[in-house]
């Protein structure tokens, strides 16, 4: 009797698998919502979806021959940045990498301190930097390119007390992240300094 309801409640539970719905395709069904639109003088960093959502005459409905269920998009790839071969490699600008040619945005971080961020790979924000910062008024000192720093001495207009400081790239999953120290690298320049900085540099990005 007991061998019986097992048999029976095993059949049961393979015939039941096949009854449960397979909703792994309902995601096409999913609607498009308006971008969320940040308050006072925030702005969002990154403002390229990391899997963008088809419009709704661009999606699929119905299974594809041979298509069995959802099969997720592959994670983008992380790419080094090249070692630096010296200023001769340095003189030449390197090409953006395609769909990394997006415009620089000046804002700030969760704490309120001004940063700009960079949606491009390393190597390609390090030369437009570069660039930007032999139009402006702040003197390179020194620089390091395998830890992402600019050493600088800033006229007394960006009241930086005293008036060095680190201009910092860093890699974030939204692109490149430039943000201001103070002269030893231990902490974040005063958010006015820093800002006066970061919208110099802006302007010439």
């Not at 393979?14 to 096409?28: A, E, I, K, M, V």
């Amino acid at each position: 009797m007991h061998r019986s309801i097992a048999v029976f409640a095993a059949a049961l539970a393979l015939t039941g698998c096949g009854l449960l719905p397979d909703n792994s395709l309902r995601y096409r069904e999913a609607k498009v919502l308006e971008p969320m639109t940040p308050p006072g003088d925030l702005v969002f960093i990154g403002e390229e979806p990391l899997y963008a959502v088809p419009d709704m005459d661009r999606r699929l409905t119905g299974e594809r021959e041979g298509e069995d269920g959802f099969d997720a998009p592959r994670p983008p790839r992380l790419v080094a940045a090249a070692e630096d071969a010296g200023d001769e490699d340095e003189a030449e600008a390197p090409a953006p990498p395609p769909g990394q040619q997006g415009r620089p945005v000046l804002g700030k971080d969760g704490s309120g301190y001004p940063i700009i961020m960079m949606p491009t790979s390393f190597a390609w924000a390090w030369e437009r930097v570069t660039q930007a910062l032999t139009q402006t008024d702040l003197r390179v000192t020194d620089r390091n390119r395998d830890q992402g720093v600019f050493f600088l001495t800033a006229p007394e207009r960006y009241q930086l007390q005293p008036p060095q400081a680190q201009l910092k790239l860093s890699h974030t999953t939204n692109g490149i992240q430039v943000a201001v120290l103070n002269g030893e690298g231990t902490a974040l320049a005063a958010k006015d300094s820093g800002l006066a900085i970061l919208e110099s540099i802006h302007n010439e990005l």
